[in-house]
Nanobody, 124 residues
Framework: QVQLVESGGGLVQAGGSLRLSCAAS????????MGWFRQAPGKEREFVAA????????YYADSVKGRFTIFRDNAKNMAYLQMNSLKPEDTAVYYC?????????????????WGQGTQVTVSS
């Protein structure tokens, strides 16, 4: 059974940093694209960042480019989202997801597996 479990969310002041973690299990992810999405209250779930599990290719939403970094640890089967210079508009529930056959720019409908989400709140 495939599981993605996020952790690391919390409350932080504007300008601060958080690192989200995603523990992946239940299958090999070496041929997958790992993505992070977020959903703010009353809004649709939106793309944040993606990277191929194997290789260094990454892709970011314009709103987070230069502030967020997606990376993974093969040995631990973990994916991460390092978030710096956080803004109040980054407040949302953040989800880790995996796509078996999608690409870096594929829509959220192409993602096969999702975590339960972790809340990030940025105060002004």
């Amino acid at each position: 059974q495939v599981q993605l479990v996020e952790s690391g969310g919390g409350l932080v002041q504007a300008g601060g940093s958080l690192r989200l973690s995603c523990a992946a299990s239940g299958r090999t992810f070496s041929n997958c694209v790992m993505g992070w999405f977020r959903q703010a209250p009353g809004k649709e779930r939106e793309f944040v960042a993606a990277r191929r599990w194997t290789g260094g290719s990454t892709y970011y939403a314009d709103s987070v480019k230069g502030r967020f970094t997606i990376f993974r640890d093969n040995a631990k089967n973990m994916a991460y989202l390092q978030m710096n210079s956080l803004k109040p508009e980054d407040t949302a529930v953040y989800y880790c997801a995996a796509s078996i056959s999608g690409g870096l720019t594929s829509p959220k409908s192409s993602y096969n597996y999702w975590g339960q989400g972790t809340q990030v709140t940025v105060s002004s």
